[in-house]
C-alpha cells in the first residue's frame, strides 16, 4: 500500500491534519489503535482560541460549532468567597473564546472524513513505524488478521501522549521536561444548567474547584483531589457537597445537581519531548507536549501545530521548498512552551499544593488580589487565555 502521509492516531490532531491535507488533495491514511466509539467515549475540555475556531473554518467542520457552540467573553475568578469577572474580550481588543466539546470537535471532524470518502483504519493492532530517518518510510500494521505495509513520504505521530511514534525514536535523540502535579481533578459530567453563564476557577482552602459547560443543559464540574482518590469513594452527594463548599455563597446557592452522566479522576501533568520532527516523521499534539487542563490549552496546542505541519506539508508538496518542514519542531515549540508557562502559572495560581503550607496560601491570595484589581496583570491573563497568536514568536 501507499499514502503520501500516515498519520498514526486519530484524535484531534490526527484528524484535522488529515483534513487539511486532503482536502488540498494530499493522500492520507489514518491509523487508529481504538475503534472510533471508544475515541469518541473520551471527555476532554471544551475550551476553543479564536486561531482553533479560524483553523476549524478552514478545515470546513464549522457549521455545527458555530450552531451548538457558545461564544465566551468572560471567565471568573472566585476567592475569598467573592467572584470576580476577567474580561476576555474587553481586555484582549475583542477576542474571545468558543466553548464546544472537544468530543463533539472529534465527532465533526470524523463525519467530515467519511463523508469525503478518505481513509481510516480503526482498530489497526500493533502499528510499527520504519525508516523515517530515510527518504522513504514505511508503516506496518496488522487489521482484521492481515498484516499490512504502508509505504510513504512522511509519517505524523497524532497518537497522543502514550504512542508509539515518541517510543520509536532513539532515548538519545530526544530530550523530555516534565513536571508532576502533587493532585488530581475530579470531573462530573451532568444533565443539569451551568450555574453561571461563565466559567468560574475557584482557589479555596479545600482546594480548586471548575465549573464548566458544555451547553445550557450539560455542565462540567471538577474539583481538585488526592492522587490517591478512588473514583468510587466519591458519590454524586459527595462531590456535589464539596463542590458547593469551593463556591462563593450565591454560586453555591443556586448550584443545581443532578445525576452524573460520567465521572473520573484525572492526574495533572506538564511534558515537552524536544524535538518535533525526526527526519520525515513529525509529533503533533499530545505525542510532543502535555499542559495541566488548568486554561485548556490542550487542544489548542494540539491545533497550532497542525496549522504549522498543515502549512509545512503543502509547501512541499505544492513548491517543492522544505523550509516549513525544517523550521516546523522550532515554530512550534516556541508557542508550546509559552501555553505550558501559562497552565503551569494558572495550575499553581488555583491549586492547594501540600507542600507550600500558609506561607504559598498567602503569595496566592495576594497575586489574585493584585490579579483582579490591576489592568496589566488581567490583560496578560486574558491575552494567554484567549490564545496567543499561532505567528506570536516568529
Ligand atoms: N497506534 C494507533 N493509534 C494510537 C496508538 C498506536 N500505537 N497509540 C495511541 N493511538 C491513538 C489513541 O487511541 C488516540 O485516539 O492516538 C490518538 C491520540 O489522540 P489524543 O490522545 O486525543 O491526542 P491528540 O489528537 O494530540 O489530541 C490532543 O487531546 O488529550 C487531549 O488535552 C489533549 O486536548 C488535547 C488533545
Ligand atoms: C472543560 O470544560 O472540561 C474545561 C474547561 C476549562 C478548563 C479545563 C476544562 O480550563
Redesign the pocket.
Known sequence: MQAQVVI????????LLGQLLSQAGIDTLI????SRD??LG?I??GVLEQGTVSLLEAAGVADRMHAEGEFHDGIELCFDGTRHRIDLSGLTGGKRVMVYG?TEV?RDLMDARSAAGFKTVYE?E??QIHDFDSARPRVT?RHQGQNVEVHCDFIAG????????RASVPESALTTYERVYPFGWLGVLSHTPPVSDELIYSNHADGFALCSMRSRTLSRYYIQCSLDDDVAAWSDERFWDALRQRLDPEAAETLVTGPSIEKSIAPLRSFVAEPMRFGRLFL????AH??P?TG???????AS?VQYLSEALLRYYGEKDEAGINTYSERCLKRIWKAERFSWWMTSLLHKFPDTGPFGQKIQQAELDYLVRSTAASTALAENYVGLPFDFSD
Open positions: 498514526i492516531g486519530s484524535g484531534p490532531s490526527g484528524l491509523l487508529e489503535r481504538k471508544y475515541v473520551r476532554r475540555a472537544q472529534t489497526a500493533d502499528v500494521y497524532c497518537d497522543g501522549y502514550h504512542g508509539v511514534c503533533a499534539g499530545d505525542a502535555i499542559v487542563p485548556a490549552k490542550g487542544l489548542n496546542l494540539a501545530d
